[in-house]
T-cell receptor
């Protein structure tokens, strides 16, 4: 299956700083990437959808100025948590769909391994 | 709005016991249905999916799920669990034609050796 790699796997940052999380599709062109957030004992909540070369579409209640998403290439999307606060501590997961060498890879979502962000 | 409910948050079973995890969704239109598994420290992995056709779908590692449209359910089953099945299981749906996934809250399964 298609491979999505997320980096870093975990990060600790000080309150007020910004953190960037990368999501890469390794063997297919990710025309669309999704960013999810998972609080402890809760489900994955979709934060935003990004199409390559376009501005991200944010779900209701997600602050677009706080969670900056860039999807400038077909293999890379980044999520930047700006001015992070302890309440931003969470598990962030990306997924991607798009086109591989044998056609679309959009019949299912392929997920990165997630990034655990802890803001202290 | 679409939603997915998983009724069991924590399940503890002994090896060789049978497993059934419930999943119900709310949406009146056509959906695609998925079960994902997340082993500790690993990616979400697809167990099985249903798009159309035979409502009983078989996935990897001996898992299967049955789509019952009238009940808006897509329960996951395995006849005999193993210790290695210890993981968290997520049911998910996406509206046909879109790529947005709505996830259930997950069920944490612990299998005792």
């Amino acid at each position: 299956g298609a491979v999505v790699s997320q980096h870093p796997s975990w990060v600790i940052c000080k309150s007020g700083t910004s953190v960037k999380i990368e999501c890469r599709s390794l063997d297919f062109q990710a025309t669309t990437m999704f960013w999810y957030r998972q609080f402890p004992k809760q489900s994955l909540m979709l934060m935003a959808t990004s199409n390559e070369g376009s501005k991200a579409t944010y779900e209701q209640g997600v602050e677009k100025d706080k969670f900056l998403i860039n999807h400038a290439s077909l293999t890379l999307s980044t999520l930047t948590v700006t001015s992070a606060h302890p309440e931003d501590s969470s598990f962030y997961i990306c997924s991607a769909t798009g086109w591989g060498s044998q056609g679309p890879v959009n019949t299912e979502a392929f997920f990165g391994q997630g990034t655990r962000l802890t803001v202290v | 709005a679409q939603s997915v409910s998983q009724h069991n948050h924590h399940v503890i079973l002994s090896e060789a016991a049978s497993l059934e995890l419930g999943c119900n969704y709310s949406y009146g239109g056509t959906v695609n249905l998925f079960w994902y598994v997340q082993y500790p420290g690993q990616h979400l992995q697809l167990l099985l999916k249903y798009f159309s056709g035979d409502p009983l779908v078989k996935g990897i590692k001996g898992f299967e799920a049955e789509f019952i449209k009238s009940k808006f359910s897509f329960n996951l089953r395995k006849p005999s669990v193993q210790w290695s099945d210890t993981a968290e299981y997520f049911c998910a749906v996406n509206v046909a034609g879109t790529y947005k996934y709505i996830f259930g809250t997950g069920t944490r399964l612990k299998v005792l050796a």
